[in-house]
């Protein structure tokens, strides 16, 4: 197999393009240009081709981790779904993660506290940031870390309160109200000193 032409992509930085003399095209990088010496002109033996082949497949499953990853951070979890779903095997998905995690890209500990934050500022408590690591396949060993930098839920659960009862006492108000919060993930101490606040007894 003939090398017919060799040429940067115009699209992808540190990508080449590889124009076999069949007329297919071989999507390769920097280091495999490097790597199997190419050049146009240069003649592959089958066992050469079928390695560059797959050593292209490689390169190109850590690119588009790369790009996810940068678009979109991930767990380890996720990002293996992910790779599954672009036909990787189980060793180059170990190997993949392995390496994200070493140039940084992957890093599970951020990602974690992440979440929390984020849910946190949108007024969720602890019980559905805790379902949301879950479902997102943060390893529970990180969990209590990331949950520390959850400051009081006070302010949050009272403002929620004023917004959804504003002013009003009725017992029937005040249960939906109660509600809404424990499906927003906040547990009944939580709930029930924040209606005290509010005016209303609570009896625990």
Do not use: T
């Not at 033996?45 to 991930?74: F, H, T, V, Y």
């Not at 992910?82 to 940084?104: F, P, S």
């Not at 943060?138 to 009081?152: C, G, N, T, Y």
Request: one cysteine or more; proline letters at 3%; charged letters at 40%.
């Amino acid at each position: 197999m003939v090398i017919e032409e060799l040429k940067p992509s115009r699209h992808v930085e540190g990508r080449w393009l590889a124009v076999l003399e069949d007329g297919s095209i071989l999507r390769v990088g920097e280091g495999e240009v490097v790597g199997f010496a190419l050049y146009a002109g240069k003649e592959l033996s089958g066992e050469e081709a079928e390695r560059l082949q797959d050593a292209a497949r490689r390169s190109g499953l850590k690119a588009k981790a790369i790009e996810l990853l940068m678009r979109k951070p991930q767990s380890r979890r996720e990002l293996g779904r992910k790779l599954r779903e672009w036909e990787a095997g189980e060793e180059e998905i170990e190997a993949i993660c392995d390496r994200m995690e070493e140039l940084g890209y992957l890093n599970e500990p951020e990602y974690a506290g992440r979440i929390v934050r984020h849910y946190a500022q949108k007024g969720f408590g602890e019980r559905k940031i805790r379902d949301e690591l879950y479902r997102r396949g943060v390893p529970r060993a990180l969990w209590d870390e990331a949950l520390s930098q959850i400051e009081d839920n006070g302010p949050a659960i009272d403002a929620f309160l004023e917004k959804k009862l504003k002013g009003s006492h009725d017992p029937k108000d005040v249960k939906r109200a109660s509600d809404a919060l424990a499906r927003r993930g906040y547990r009944w101490p939580e709930i029930s000193d924040a209606l005290r606040r509010y005016g209303m007894e609570v009896y625990d």
